[in-house]
């Protein structure tokens, strides 16, 4: 496979279940993003990694656990998530964030709904 | 803080028109970087454009290109010959040239393709 993938691409889970999100990107890049996007809402940067370092976390909440064992891939683990974090959830990877045009590639993402 | 914002939640053209698409951003640096991103229906986001803030310059790719302002903040995306594929949310994205990488996005805008 080429560019970068996630998966499942679709997800439906309760408030009490434990799941993870799995992103792979063959891009060689050393960078690698999670968003959250929800409807009519800017993109919601969540975690970075850099070198597998996690660079940045958006006070996002304890629920969602990045895990980055290495730079090919990104997980996100869910556990006791509520219904607003229902949305659907892009994986970014990119070469060089020191690089101000860095561009930033996507996967298809996950569509996630919490019941 | 930055912000970027898409004041057209959505947008129709007729194929093979042309069609612009506004962004306007708020930022108190001099120099930074822009994008345009396209996200297909169930298909993943791809970059469209980019500009640097320093470059006079308009940047163009093919059907598309960019009307940068800079005094004025604004960063429009014009699509001449518009094709049934390029029915997609368009997001906007301001980057700052400095040590933070973090994309700012705008809420996007839809771009309808009436055949």
């Known amino acids: 496979e080429t560019g970068v993938t996630q998966t499942p691409r679709h997800l439906v889970m309760g408030m009490t279940n434990k799941k993870s999100l799995k992103c792979e990107q063959h891009?060689?890049?050393?960078?690698m993003y999670w968003y959250k996007q929800s409807a009519k809402k800017p993109l919601e940067l969540m975690f970075v990694y850099n070198f597998k370092e996690q660079t940045e976390n958006n006070s996002v909440p304890s629920r969602f656990s990045p895990e980055c064992p290495n730079s090919s891939h990104l997980f996100l683990h869910l556990h006791t998530l509520q219904p607003e974090d229902s949305a659907l959830y892009l994986c970014a990877s990119s070469q060089d964030m020191a690089s101000g045009d860095d561009e930033q590639y996507f996967g298809p993402g996950t569509r996630l709904t919490v019941t | 803080a930055q912000t970027v914002t898409q004041s057209q939640p959505e947008m129709s053209v007729q194929e093979a028109e042309t069609v612009t698409l506004s962004c306007t951003y708020d930022t108190s640096e001099s120099d930074y970087y822009l994008f345009w991103y396209k996200q297909p229906p169930s298909r993943q986001m791809i970059l469209v454009i980019r500009?640097?803030?320093?470059k006079q310059q308009n940047a163009t790719e093919n059907r598309f290109s960019v009307n940068f302002q800079k005094a004025a903040k604004s960063f429009s995306l014009k699509i001449s010959d518009s094709q049934l594929g390029d029915a997609a949310m368009y997001f906007c994205a301001y980057r700052s040239a400095d040590s933070n990488y973090q994309l700012i996005w705008g809420a996007g805008t839809k771009l309808i393709i009436k055949p």
């Open positions: 500009q640097e803030a320093y």
């Open positions: 891009l060689g890049h050393n960078a």
